[in-house]
């Protein structure tokens, strides 16, 4: 699939569980043909906010294989493969690749802190065991460790890396990848509130966590950023950012499970050692959300 195919607005997704904490198969194909309703391009799977560290291997292969058969042609699925084992990203990046799903995912590995050469030999292991095309994932507040634009520039030449997830906030760095990587390869914002400067600075688009619930309106923003339009972009950006900060108000994705289901979608609680918001916390979520129209409600009904 080319990046074009892949499209400029995913939405990480968040894993639904039921009562007893087991995930719901069922509705994460739901909430999967929902998020696409209300305006996602693709979907990530099994990523940060799909509370990866807490999935076992097993689960990650069976949310990959039904959010797919769920969205069939429709949308891209783009498959969280990565994590701190070179060698468990490359094995699981293989049994993903037999899913069906688009594309996949690796973050840059936590815990062990490698250099920005083993980063390199490490992502470029990942692309080597599969045809898929990788979007590599930076974010150093998770992974206590930052990916060189150096070392992405040097990954951007490897034909089946095709893009960046930032989630750095370092827009110098950014714009420092942008132009050393060409064209061929794309940048994502990892955040929701820098997918307006990001993109003006040549980015393509955003991993996005809000767009769950205001995923059309974040596409609006990006197609008035694609146009030109960047006086009425801005303000879309402006309007949009109490929703993307109250998102992030504690560990994602403690809000945005909580707001979803508000919005009428219910993906239960989060798994230990994450739990639901406070009540503090569930108050200031709710008072922000009163400002908004939520797109994933209006899809919620579509959908009976």
Not at 7 to 25: C, I, N, Q, Y
Not at 95 to 104: F, I, L, Q, W, Y
Not at 237 to 247: A, E, I, K, T
């Amino acid at each position: 699939m080319a990046t074009g195919q892949i499209g400029r607005l995913l939405t990480a997704m968040v894993t639904p569980f039921d009562e007893e904490g087991k995930v719901s198969f069922p509705l994460a194909r739901r909430l999967a043909i929902a998020l696409v309703d209300s305006g996602s391009d693709g979907l990530v799977v099994a990523g940060t906010t799909g509370e990866s560290p807490t999935l076992a291997r097993e689960e990650k292969l069976r949310l990959f294989a039904e959010v797919k058969e769920a969205v069939g042609s429709s949308a891209a699925v783009v498959a969280s493969t990565g994590n701190y084992s070179t060698q468990e990203s490359v094995e699981l990046t293989r049994e993903a690749a037999r899913t069906g799903v688009d594309a996949v995912m690796a973050v840059v590995p936590y815990y062990n802190k490698p250099t920005q050469e083993g980063l390199y030999r490490h992502f470029r292991a990942i692309a080597e065991s599969t045809a898929l095309p990788l979007i590599l994932y930076n974010v150093p507040t998770r992974t206590s460790l930052n990916m060189a634009a150096e070392t992405v520039v040097r990954l951007s030449g490897i034909d089946n890396i095709i893009g960046l997830k930032e989630a750095g906030g370092d827009l110098e760095q950014a714009a420092r990848i942008v132009a050393g990587a060409g064209p061929r390869f794309k940048l994502w914002s990892g955040n929701d509130s820098d997918t307006f400067p990001l993109m003006c600075l040549g980015g393509y688009g955003v991993v996005s966590v809000a767009s769950h619930l205001v995923g059309r309106q974040i596409r609006h923003m990006m197609e008035l950023t694609v146009q030109g339009k960047l006086e009425l972009a801005s303000q879309e950006h402006r309007r949009l950012l109490p929703l993307f900060r109250v998102l992030f108000v504690v560990s994602n994705p403690i809000p945005v499970k909580y707001a979803v289901s508000r919005a009428g979608f219910q993906v239960g609680e989060p798994r230990l050692p994450l739990l639901p918001p406070d009540q503090r916390t569930a108050a200031q979520i709710d008072e922000t959300l009163k400002g908004y129209v939520i797109d994933l409600s209006t899809a919620v009904a579509r959908a009976g």
